[in-house]
Structure formats: C-alpha cells, structure tokens
Nanobody, 124 residues
Framework: QVRLVESGGGLVQAGGSLRLSCVAS????????MGWFRQASGKERELVST????????YYADSVKGRFTISRDNRKNTSYLQMSSLKPEDTAVYYC?????????????????WGQGTQVTVSS
C-alpha cells in the first residue's frame, strides 16, 4: 500500500519560510517523479512544483518561481518543498503527489498517488 505523509505546514507571517516534507512508502521512490500541489479554499487544486526521479529536473509554477525550492532525498524516501518569502496568497492545503509515469520533473505530471495534505496559512 502506497502512503505519502506530509508534514511541516503551519501558520507563518508574510515574508516567512516553511519547509514541507513528504515521506513515501510502498513505492519505488527513487524511480518516481514527485510533485507538490496546493488548493486554496474555493479554488481548484493547482500544480506548484515537480522534481524528476533523480532530482536533476525541476519545474515551478510562475507564482512560486524564485521563492520555492523542491528537492528530494532518495535515501530517505522523502521529498521537500522549501517555501520562502511567503505571501498571503500562498495560503492553501499543500498536497504531495507521486507519479510512476511522469518522472522528468516537467509540468505534465500525471498523479498516481496523493498525500493527505498539510495546511499552510500565511498571515499578512
């Protein structure tokens, strides 16, 4: 059974930083593409960032480019999203996702597995 467990969310002031973690189990993590999505209240879920199976390729949505950094540690089966210069509009539930097919760190990311989500709230 595949599990993706996110952690690291919370309440932070605008301009602050948070690091989200996603620990994966039950899949071949080192062969999987990983991604982060977010869903703000009343809005559709949107892609934030993806990373290739070996960390060599990454993609960022324009709204987070230059502020967020995605990374992974294949020894720990963990993906990370470092978020800096946070803005109130970054407030959302952030979801970790894994893909067996989309492994190149591109925006065309087909999700096979979802995490349960972690809330990020940025106060102004």
């Amino acid at each position: 059974q595949v599990r993706l467990v996110e952690s690291g969310g919370g309440l932070v002031q605008a301009g602050g930083s948070l690091r989200l973690s996603c620990v994966a189990s039950g899949l071949t993590f080192s062969a999987s593409g990983m991604g982060w999505f977010r869903q703000a209240s009343g809005k559709e879920r949107e892609l934030v960032s993806t990373i290739s199976w070996n960390g060599g390729g990454t993609y960022y949505a324009d709204s987070v480019k230059g502020r967020f950094t995605i990374s992974r540690d294949n020894r720990k089966n963990t993906s990370y999203l470092q978020m800096s210069s946070l803005k109130p509009e970054d407030t959302a539930v952030y979801y970790c996702a894994a893909s067996r097919r989309s492994v190149a760190g591109r925006p065309d990311f087909g999700v096979d597995y979802w995490g349960q989500g972690t809330q990020v709230t940025v106060s102004s």
